[in-house]
């Protein structure tokens, strides 16, 4: 599979989503972070913003769920038009169960590991979701440096769904730019969220396009994509 880029309207001016969505033409996804203040200590936006994005652009809305309780909301937010739901490990109650119903509603299941959460307890899982992100920061707040040390947990994730055979994608987010995305690629990630490093420059979808060129290069050469 292709590179893909989901820029992060976190790093967007939220007084002007509509364009900051529209700026970002050419991008794969939308990506759309949810915090609730209770699993992450901030607070963003909820059901009402996703519609109203959904209707303002045609790049499909990557929601991710940083909060409680994902099992009684992550249908909602399918509901409201988002073409793929990202509910956490640590906070779902029977995260089998809300990842069939998620794609029994028309969307794409995934779900994302904390930093300090092992992906090897969830191997099981991975039959069932269309997407696994590993986060490569402390979800909460935009802007962070990216943890080197989650780069050997994509490789363990990679060689996971390899050896599955599973046609999982694999996001990392956090502190995606150009000087980690080819790192990202090199270990096994194939979709990237990008915030700063997309919104805060002065042409956001010629930063898209650069990332992915970045990111299909270093694919290109990487072990695990050329063992397929």
Known sequence: ?????????????????????????????????????????????????????SRATDIPL???????????????????????????????????????????????????????????????????????????VEPGFGGQAFLDIMLPKIRRTRELISRHGLELWLQVDGGVSAETVERCAEAGADVFVAGSAVYGTEDPAAAVRSLRAQAEQATAVAPWACSH
């Open 62 to 136: 990557d929601c991710h769920l940083m909060i409680e309780d994902p099992d009684r909301w992550a249908p909602q937010y399918v509901e409201a038009g988002a073409g793929s739901v990202t509910f956490h490990a640590e906070a779902a109650a029977a995260p089998v169960r809300l990842a069939r119903e998620i794609r029994a509603k028309g969307a794409r299941a995934s779900m994302a590991l904390k930093p300090a959460t092992p992906i090897e307890p969830y191997e099981d899982l991975l039959p069932e979701l269309d997407m696994l992100l590993i986060m490569t």
């Open 1 to 53: 599979m292709a590179a893909q880029i989901n820029p992060s309207i976190l790093s967007a001016d939220f007084a002007r989503l509509s364009d900051e969505a529209r700026a970002v033409k050419g991008a794969d996804w939308l990506h759309v972070d949810v915090m609730d203040n209770h699993f992450v200590p901030n607070l963003t936006l909820g059901v009402p913003i996703v519609e109203s994005l």
